[in-house]
């Protein structure tokens, strides 16, 4: 049943379900029971509750006279270990604070369907992830830039960066003895996001810097001012006290929490953003699903999607703004024809070379394979805040352009040049995207002769390396099945889909096997178990890197900015296109990844959306 309300020229109306009868909001500021009890409006609505949307909300409640409900689809979580302690990241991935979706099955991954987590809890992925809190170089913001998007460059973003930033120096033991660098005035202290190193370093990390070296692989001082080229210690997001996680919640929620202007309500999911066709669109009405309770709510001034890269799109389509096709094939009325919608999505693909060591060296797996060291390490964690568990392991990560990785940049250069951008794309792309990919398609092919910027990630964890292409050239995208906001949209990342992937890939597993054949990784006696060490025509990696390639759970650029007629979603303000008081601020605006983990990125973003819509610091101007 849809109900219709008169259309209201000053507000928005988004409509919220829950599934469950027995869902419990949660109000602040001032408590209430139950979902009828929110206010009628609000001066901003933000759907998602994760690190852009808390991000976006704390600052725009900062005034108290602004009204601001965050609706989040997950709960709160229970301060498990798992979204506590660092040593255990990552073991929130597939509980009931994932939303456990897969990329669509691929013909250039063999047919598989890739599990992708997402974040579904108050923190979003932000209490899900591995923790690692490192920045891209500074070309790869000056890209974003020189792709028609002013003022997004590392100069603007720096400020937004340090803002969310509070940064620690490692303890001084660990700064001895791994003679760990950084650089002050690249880090913030006074924002709310804590990051600093884990006070233990898994041992191997030692040959691997020492591998790093012998291989003359720059060691840079620090990641976060803009040089994140060669080998560095990166921090993480805890806190320097405790060793907690530090996540889009604490950071953002709690510190807000009792602000009377500022509501969030979990487990309740925005089903649509409703918009009321007059001249203007300004929005009104309410819907209804069949099987849940319905709620609508108006934002007095604007609706803030902070959904994250994958359901993002799916609710714009759902609301009927997207690719006219689509939206028909799926029963909803079109309210503005934006075909880029969901489209441009990537995300970055890795693919693993797993050597066994044999050494006396404390390993990881200890923690697991040995009952004893696993109880010692969890008695010193509890007690002293020290040890193993402190570490959410990635302390030492390799950045390295295609020069530095392979000796077959210039003929892989050569081959991207004479091959065609549309390789890249689904069969289906809509002209705008395929005309903005083109300039993304000449920007990649410029970075791989460059030298300040990276196109592999590798990850260290005692002989197994984790190799992540960070430009990749292929995209994909997210496509509603159905217009209820309940199914799962069909992603696909489009992995590999472009041949210059596989072939960067490529040369990363003969990278990783140069880097293991070092004097210090070789005294801990690695033995080659996956792909294994027969495994070395150009064909058989190839065909090992089709069968394993997975993501590093990095999707972006399904709502990006750009010009309109070049596949941009949203403008250089993060207005979605074609429609009023409408904005997108999580990672699906990203025009392109940049060469990291980006959760950094997304609150730079988000600390600079929130700024721009309260027209002050880094509010730009369109041409
Ligand atoms: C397993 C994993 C490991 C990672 N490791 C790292 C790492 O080590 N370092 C790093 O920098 N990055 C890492 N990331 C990536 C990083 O966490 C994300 O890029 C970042 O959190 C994205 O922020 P976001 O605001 O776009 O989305 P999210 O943080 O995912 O937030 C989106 C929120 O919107 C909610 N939502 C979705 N749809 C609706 C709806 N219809 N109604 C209401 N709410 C909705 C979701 O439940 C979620 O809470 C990792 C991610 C994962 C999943």
Redesign the pocket.
């Known amino acids: 049943m849809l109900l219709m309300a008169k259309c209201s020229l000053v507000s928005w109306t988004l409509a919220?379900s829950t599934s469950s009868v027995l869902a419990h909001p949660l109000f602040n500021g001032r408590l209430v029971s139950r979902a009828d009890e929110l206010l009628e409006e609000y001066d901003y609505v933000i759907?998602?509750?994760?690190?852009?949307?808390l991000t976006v909300a704390n600052r725009l409640s900062e005034q108290p006279s602004t009204t601001v409900l965050v609706?989040?689809?997950?709960q709160f979580d229970q301060n498990e270990e798992f979204v506590t302690i660092p040593g255990l990241a990552?073991g929130a991935?597939s509980t009931k604070y994932d939303?456990n979706t897969t990329y669509a099955a691929s013909e250039y991954l063999g047919g598989r369907n890739i599990s992708i987590?997402?974040?579904?809890?108050?923190?979003?992925?932000?209490k899900?992830?591995?923790?690692?809190?490192?920045r891209g170089s500074k070309s790869d913001y000056d890209g974003w830039e020189t792709l028609g998007n002013e003022r997004w460059d590392w100069e603007s973003l720096l400020p937004y960066f340090k803002k969310n930033e509070i940064f620690s120096p490692p303890v001084d033991e660990i700064r001895e003895e791994y003679n760990i660098t950084w650089d002050d005035d690249a880090h913030g202290y006074d924002g709310y996001m804590h990051s600093t190193y884990s006070p233990y370093i898994w041992p191997t990390t030692k040959n691997l810097v020492e591998a790093t070296s012998s291989l003359n692989i720059p060691i840079p001082k620090d990641q976060a001012n803009g040089n994140a080229i060669g080998g560095y210690f990166t921090p993480h997001n805890m806190d320097p006290i405790d060793y907690r996680r530090s996540s889009?919640d604490e950071a953002y929620y709690d510190t807000a929490a009792t602000r009377e202007n500022f509501h969030l309500i979990a487990d309740?999911?925005?089903?649509r953003i409703l918009t009321c066709a007059n001249s203007t669109l300004k929005a009104t009405g309410f819907a209804t699903s069949s099987n849940a309770t319905i709620q609508s709510v108006k934002a007095k001034r604007e609706v803030v999607v902070?959904?994250?890269?994958l359901?993002t799109p799916q609710?714009l389509q759902v609301s009927g703004i997207g690719d006219p096709a689509l939206l028909s094939s799926i029963d909803i009325p079109t309210v503005v024809d934006l075909p880029a919608v969901g489209q441009s999505l990537h995300d970055h693909v890795y693919v693993m070379v797993a050597n066994s060591v044999n050494t006396t060296i404390t390993l990881a797996s200890e923690l697991t394979s040995n009952a004893t060291f696993a109880a010692e390490a969890r008695a010193q964690y509890d007690t002293e805040k020290r040890g193993p568990l402190t570490s959410p392991s990635?302390d030492f990560l390799l950045f390295l352009p295609l020069s530095i990785y392979t000796n077959t940049s210039a003929s892989i250069h050569a081959a991207a040049l004479a091959s065609n951008a549309s390789l890249s794309l689904p069969s289906d792309a809509p002209t705008e995207v395929a005309a903005g990919y083109a300039a993304s398609y000449h920007s990649l092919n410029s970075k791989l002769l460059a030298n300040d910027s990276a196109f592999l990630e590798v990850i260290w964890a005692d002989g197994v390396l984790f190799l992540g292409l960070q430009h990749p050239y292929s995209r994909g995208s997210v496509k509603a099945p159905s217009s209820s906001?309940f199914d799962a949209p069909i992603a696909d990342a489009g992995f590999l889909r472009n041949p210059l992937d596989t072939v960067l890939l490529r040369e990363a597993v003969r990278f990783a096997r140069r880097l293991v054949a070092q004097p210090s990784i070789a005294e801990l006696n690695p033995f080659e178990v996956v792909p294994g060490a027969n495994v070395t025509s150009d064909a058989d990696i190839d065909q090992y890197i089709k069968n394993s390639a997975s993501t590093l759970?990095?999707p972006a650029g399904s709502c990006k900015i750009g010009k309109r007629d070049e596949g941009g979603v949203v403008d250089g303000e993060l207005k979605v296109y074609g429609i009023e008081g409408l904005r997108v601020v999580?990672?699906?605006v990203f025009p392109i990844l940049p060469a990291?983990?980006?959760?950094?990125t997304?609150y730079a973003v988000?600390e600079r959306a929130a700024d721009i819509i309260k027209g002050v610091g880094g509010a730009i101007e369109m041409s």
Not at 596 to 600: E, W
């Open positions: 919220l759907v998602g509750g994760g690190a852009s949307g609706i989040e689809a997950g990552g991935v939303w987590s997402q974040g579904k809890i108050v923190g979003g992925s932000t899900l992830n591995r923790m690692v809190f490192d889009a309740h999911q925005a089903t902070a959904a994250g890269s359901h609710l990635g906001i759970w990095h999580d990672a699906s990291s983990h980006i959760m950094t997304v988000a």
